[in-house]
């Protein structure tokens, strides 16, 4: 496991603005990402799940400096969220936490269960070296600080221009007002946040 985390902090284990994540890797759908939301006061917690397809194209263990390279990047990338997610700077956001890392599912052994009954043909392309699932994703979680919160009025999603192979985030959104779910899908990248906040 590859793990890089920007700033020093850790806050990948322990985000108390998020609900304890019961997904698994072996459900995710390559180009679709899962983004979960929490808003509170002027505080957001961001904590995104996205497969190394849509990040980096492969999800094998990066061996080659070619492969390690991009790993890399993509978490550099990955630890600056106001570059992926384009906010109002009239909303005048900061970001107080931010991490990001790969996840494969070798240390999940509770997901050996789907070895070769997977029928995942995209999955081909993957050698014959590889662990019988070679799933990963990368795991980022933020925590930004919005001194004007209210003119955040929408979020631009720059991740998919920074990730062409990214297709789909699929958002779970809580705040004060209450609980929202929405597909944000490349073809129009924006959330509007109108009457949600
Ligand atoms: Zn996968």
Do not use: W
Not at 138 to 152: D, G, K, W
């Amino acid at each position: 496991m590859k793990t890089i985390l920007i700033f020093g902090i850790t806050v990948i284990t322990s985000n108390p603005l998020l609900a304890e994540s019961t997904r698994q890797l072996e459900s995710h759908e390559h180009g679709v990402g899962q983004l979960e939301v929490a808003i509170e006061g002027q505080k957001i917690a961001i904590d995104l799940h996205a497969p190394g397809a849509d990040i980096v194209g492969f999800e094998y263990v990066a061996e080659s400096s070619k492969d390690r390279k991009a790993v890399d990047t993509a978490i550099t990338i990955l630890g600056k969220p106001l570059d992926l997610f384009l906010i109002s700077s009239d909303a005048k956001c900061s970001v107080m936490q931010a991490a990001a890392k790969l996840e494969s599912d070798d240390e999940h052994d509770e997901h050996d269960e789907h070895d070769e009954h997977d029928e995942h043909d995209e999955h081909d392309e993957h050698d014959e070296h590889q662990e019988k699932s070679a799933h990963t994703e990368f795991h980022a979680s933020y925590i930004l600080n919005c001194m004007n919160i209210a003119a955040m009025t929408e979020i631009k999603f720059a991740y998919f221009d920074l990730f062409p192979n990214a297709k789909e985030l699929e958002v779970q959104m809580i705040s004060d007002v209450g609980a929202f779910t929405f597909e944000i899908e490349r073809e129009e990248p924006t959330l509007d946040l109108i009457g949600k906040l």
